[in-house]
């Protein structure tokens, strides 16, 4: 599953910013033109979790949606698929916002020194 070795990786990185503390709250953006199925992360980091510090922690999953900018006339629209359609007829889109995958926050316990 592609979803599995995705969040294996969110999970090396939070331990690796957490540096030793355990992770209360993990935010992740979640383009919706990324073709990720967030409830398939869910489940993956329930797994990946597992015995690690980012147990129990909550997952938070943004999922900002599609859009795009036409090159022709310069117009936004909204994107369901990172294929659209401009009104004006073209098809050369740029997109500006849906492809993100990014560990957007990162709550961690306060270590009392
Ligand atoms: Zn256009």
Known sequence: MHELGLTETIVAIALDHAQGAHVLRLTLEVGQLTAVMPDAIRF?????????????????IIQPPGLGQCRVCGATLSLDSPFGQCTCGSVDLTIIQGQELIIK???LEELCV
């Open 105 to 107: 926050e990162l709550e």
């Open 44 to 60: 993956c980091f329930d797994v990946c979790a597992q015995g690690t510090l980012l147990e129990g922690a909550v997952l938070e």
